[in-house]
Nanobody
Framework: QVHLVESGGGLVQPGGSLRLSCAAS????????MGWSRQAPGKQRELVAR???????NYADFALGRFTISRDNAKNTVYLQINSLKPEDTAVYYC????????????????WGQGTQVTVSS
């Protein structure tokens, strides 16, 4: 299994910045695509950005320009830098990882963290 733990959320004023982190642990052979999604109150979860093991990235249209996803493969960690935060960025931010396990079958699965709350308010 793979355990993902997000951190870095909190209360921030409009215009501020946050850097979210998500550390993966467990019986990991490799982490393939990792990503961040968010879910605002009363809304469906939506993809923010994702990054593959080679560093190639994809962003949702709303995330272009203010969000930057990155990863440190040596630390099994993915980051999300968010700048110029807006009240509409308020949401629970979740990371996920497409992981191959270090087991006899090299099982592959999609794993999710518990989320970290980001609140943008003055």
């Amino acid at each position: 299994q793979v355990h993902l733990v997000e951190s870095g959320g909190g209360l921030v004023q409009p215009g501020g910045s946050l850097r979210l982190s998500c550390a993966a642990s467990g019986s990991i052979f490799s982490l393939n695509v990792m990503g961040w999604s968010r879910q605002a109150p009363g809304k469906q979860r939506e993809l923010v950005a994702r990054i593959d093991s080679g560093g190639s990235t994809n962003y949702a249209d709303f995330a272009l320009g203010r969000f930057t996803i990155s990863r440190d493969n040596a630390k099994n960690t993915v980051y999300l830098q968010i700048n110029s935060l807006k009240p509409e960025d308020t949401a629970v931010y979740y990371c996920n990882a497409d992981a191959t396990l270090r087991d006899r079958w090299y099982s592959r699965g999609d794993y999710w963290g518990q989320g970290t709350q980001v609140t943008v308010s003055s």
